[in-house]
């Protein structure tokens, strides 16, 4: 069974902020890299503005990305762009650490693309990941499939929320992390919150790494 561990706080993205450090410290002192995975929406922003005020040392930082919306590489709704614009650091890492996956050209070309970024990259350290109201978490969405021969990125068509083409890290992909950490916030995951505690089958559930999963959570 998976390992969830359930952490009530009262700011989930000030309690965040101490995990991604030490992770980024750990990494770097072992590994001499940090691969971190950022998700889209609300309370990871607050969380990534939070560590642009502090400005850390982001030598040996790898970002990589769990999803993204097949949108106009300068759409607002796209994850990329929300992240540049609330954390700006993350567009003057060197060369070839900070890794957008490139939705703009369509899913299918997006996923050749991106799994080509990942050959050779081994587990991530740090996967940061959101709950949706609907239980779905990176861009995998009830009734969608969540692995496809063990392939590490996914084209999602038919999203039920728009736009309905994405393109996402697979379950399997997302769970092949030394650390994984869900941000929940908010009234509206109060359902999709029980139903994950009470064991059933939504996405989010699919996140299965071997040290299991932590979820800071706050639903007022």
């Known amino acids: 069974m998976n390992n969830v561990r359930w952490h009530e706080v009262a700011d989930v993205a000030a309690e965040a902020l101490p995990v991604v450090l030490s992770a980024a410290a750990d990494a770097l002192a072992a590994r001499g890299r940090f691969d971190i995975v950022l998700a889209g929406g609300s309370t990871p922003r607050e969380l990534y503005r939070q560590l642009a005020a502090l400005q850390p ?13 097949c949108l106009p590489e300068s759409d607002p709704q796209r994850n990329s762009r929300m992240i540049l614009d609330a954390w700006p650091a993350v567009a003057g890492l060197p060369a070839g650490h900070w890794h957008p996956m490139r939705a703009e050209l369509g899913a299918q070309a997006a996923v050749v693309e991106y799994a080509g970024q990942l050959a050779g990259v081994g587990s991530f ?3 940061l990941l959101g709950l949706g ?9 009830p009734g969608h499939a969540m692995d496809v021969a063990s392939e590490p990125v996914l084209a999602v068509s038919g999203a039920p929320k728009p736009p309905a083409d994405r393109v996402s890290l697979s379950a399997s992909r997302l769970s092949d992390a030394r650390q994984v950490l869900f941000l929940v916030a908010g009234a509206g995951k109060r359902n999709a919150m029980t139903a994950w505690r009470e064991g059933q089958d939504i996405p989010a ?14 639903l007022d």
């Not at 040392?57 to 919306?69: F, I, N, P, Q, S």
């Not at 109201?133 to 969405?141: K, W």
């Not at 559930?205 to 706050?218: E, K, M, T």
């Open 57 to 69: 040392d982001m030598t040996g930082w790898h970002v990589w990305l769990g999803d993204e919306r």
């Open 125 to 127: 350290d740090l996967v």
């Open 133 to 141: 109201e609907d239980g779905h978490t990176a861009s995998l969405f």
């Open 205 to 218: 559930a699919a996140i299965r790494p071997a040290g299991g999963v932590d979820v800071l959570f706050n």
